[in-house]
């Protein structure tokens, strides 16, 4: 396939950091080495910074995109409830952006990542690897089979359990739109307890990392679905991860 997208000139919205969490959140213990020790500063971006990367379908293999598959034995599937996600990848206007690169990974039904620094006891499936990847088509969507992340504990608190959840991160039209996020499922009576998610200043912003079920895009007898949007730079971005941007 060729490249689909038009690169869109020019420089992006600054990001609306009454809407963002603050760097600083102690509760979220590993914010407090990650925050600035020092005021920010504000550099003009270039032109390369506004207008790449670029990627092609060519570099994305045929089960980059299946989880349940990706990492297995032949004949084999990872071992999990299945699930499709989707959505679609939109700017700050809400227009679609295609050709953005999607990077997703995610612990295993029982919620182990294959890890060397992995200490939850919980079991690796041997079929399951845990991470993948996409473009986005022409009108910003986008989609992935995988099996349902367990929760895990955390070195946080005394006893700090996450939500099940998949990373994310997006490559837009510029460096300046790169994102990282987690996605939450609707319904996981974890989301309030996470001191990750607590980290957010609104339910508005929880609600916006929270995919719903969508009945619509369930496939019977196979896999349920979620759907998922996410928005890329200005009012309506989606919540970066808690840590500063260089951008
Ligand atoms: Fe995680």
């Known amino acids: 396939m060729t490249e689909t997208r ?19 959140t102690p509760p979220y213990k590993t914010s407090v080495k990650r925050s600035p020790q020092a005021a920010l500063l504000s550099f003009p971006t270039t032109l390369s910074e506004e207008t790449s990367p670029m990627f092609g379908h060519g ?43 999607l990077e997703f990974w995610q612990a295993n039904a029982g919620g182990r990542y294959r890890h060397k620094k992995e200490k939850y006891q919980a079991a690796l499936d041997p079929n399951f690897g845990g991470c993948g990847r996409t473009i986005t088509g022409n009108d910003g969507a986008y989609e992935f089979r995988t099996v349902m992340p367990g929760p895990y504990p955390w070195p946080n608190g005394m006893n700090d359990w996450r939500p099940a959840h998949i990373h994310f991160s997006v490559f837009g039209h510029g460096f300046a739109q790169r994102l990282i996020t987690q996605m939450y499922f609707e319904g996981d009576p974890l989301i309030p307890l996470c001191p990750i998610v607590g980290v957010l200043k609104s339910q508005e912003a929880i609600d916006q990392l929270t995919a719903l079920l969508d009945m619509h895009r369930t496939v019977p007898m196979d896999a349920r679905a979620y759907k998922f949007d996410i928005v890329l730079r200005g009012r309506r971005q989606t919540y970066f991860e808690n840590r500063a941007e260089g951008l």
């Open 6 to 24: 038009t690169p869109n000139l020019g420089g992006f919205v600054p990001r609306d950091r009454s809407w963002h969490p603050d760097a600083l």
């Open 59 to 101: 570099m994305i293999g045929a089960l980059d995109n299946d989880l349940i598959h990706n990492y297995a034995q032949s004949g084999q599937s990872a071992i999990g409830p299945r699930i499709i996600v989707h959505g679609r990848v939109l700017d700050e206007m809400g227009r679609p952006v295609p050709g953005a690169l």
